[in-house]
């Protein structure tokens, strides 16, 4: 038998306090801070008494002074003596603002399963701004396929209906015969679709390390008990989770900053870190949201090579991109977007040299090429 009075208010606030004074974010935190209140109310009439004065003190104790409880105590105190014993043997590596990622060298992308991404007659309406009107285009494994256009063409947009963040008004969105236009984000991430965004989103407080692991969560999990009672399933899922970070931020030449804060990282940087991020769980599409942008030559070789790695392994890519030489250098398959419809499609050689897009896209009158081409001829 329960009766509804033990669920007073004095209860409810002494498992507030214990959650707060040992640490929420953490399972042993949360056992501490109840130990701690157990025991106290166990062995101390007083404590009974004032329970509701005790438990307050532990609130503001835990809430104001020590912040994230005596667990994000004893974390902090780790991190420190982590911090002095590296800096006591030179091996301190500070993020300076303009550091750029490691040569990719021989670091191994591993195998990939890579899905086709078929996109068929997809429509999107904003109100009244019509966005995209009826565009299709395939994404196979092992190539690159190219989106590309003005802004404000709907590149983004293509995305974010293929990711699940907008539902489609029309068409179908398809993943090796699985429809996606009706899913939500975490199912089309659960269905092997991985993506960067154009402004990176990492939260505060947040290590390298840990950002890229997070990208295996969605294919790569174990139950909630396993994470409580840190089973051998759990273990096991957590090295191989270890494991394959260790080996993408290898990739994209990010070791050394591992265990730096990833918000501390240049803009160009974060933009590697979310590759790595999203090329952990081995996705069966990566979709690339002008992830070129804001690097450097050295970066921009480097990402060149880590996309290249990723198509001989089996990868499907779809980059979005406005650096034209990249995508020329990259894409096996081109698609230019014009006011939210399909203005031209083919291989680079195909988009390069197609008026309309050299016109409306870069800018370039098509007649000047050919005055310029036949006065070299003259000379």
Do not use: W
């Amino acid at each position: 038998y329960i009766s509804p009075e033990a669920f007073s208010f004095s209860f409810a606030t002494t498992v507030l306090a214990a959650s707060v004074l040992g640490g929420s974010g953490s399972v042993y935190g949360a056992v501490i801070g109840a130990a701690i209140l157990q025991f106290g109310l166990n062995q101390s009439r007083d404590f009974q008494e004032y329970a509701l004065v005790f438990t307050g003190a532990f609130l503001i104790v835990g809430g104001v002074f020590l912040t994230g409880g005596l667990a994000g105590v004893f974390r902090g105190l780790i991190a420190r003596l982590d911090a002095a014993a590296a800096k006591s043997a030179g091996t301190s590596s500070p993020v300076p603002t303009d550091a750029v990622a490691a040569p990719v060298a021989s670091a191994d992308v591993g195998s990939f399963t890579g899905k086709t991404l078929t996109v068929t007659d997809v429509s999107k309406s904003f109100g009244g701004n019509k966005a995209l009107k009826s565009v299709s285009l395939s994404a196979a494994p092992g190539r690159v396929t190219a989106l590309i256009g003005p802004n404000g063409s709907g590149k983004t947009t293509l995305l974010n209906m293929v990711c699940g963040f907008y539902r489609t008004d029309a068409g179908v969105i398809d993943l090796d015969g699985k429809q996606l236009q009706t899913l939500s984000p975490d199912a089309v991430a659960r269905a092997g679709v991985a993506r960067t965004f154009q402004t990176p989103h990492i939260p505060e407080g947040v290590t390298v390390f840990d950002a890229v692991v997070s990208g295996r969560y969605m294919s790569h999990r174990a139950s909630i008990l396993d994470a409580v009672i840190r089973s051998p399933r759990f273990r096991r899922v957590r090295a191989a989770d270890r494991a394959e970070a260790e080996a993408m931020l290898e990739l994209v030449g990010l070791s050394r900053f591992r265990d730096a804060e990833a918000t501390s990282l240049p803009l160009g940087m974060r933009r590697l870190l979310e590759v790595a991020r999203s090329l952990v769980s081995h996705p069966g599409v990566l979709l690339l949201d002008e992830v070129a942008s804001g690097l450097d030559e050295h970066d921009v070789d480097l990402l060149s090579t880590v996309i290249r790695k990723v198509t001989a392994a089996g990868g499907t890519v779809v980059l979005v991109e406005h650096n034209f030489q990249l995508v020329l250098s990259l894409a096996d398959e081109i698609v230019v977007l014009a006011h939210g419809e399909v203005m031209a499609k083919g291989t680079p050689a195909e988009i390069e040299s197609n008026p309309r897009v050299l016109s409306e896209y870069l800018g370039v009158d098509p007649d000047d090429l050919v005055d310029e081409a036949g006065t070299e001829s003259g000379r």
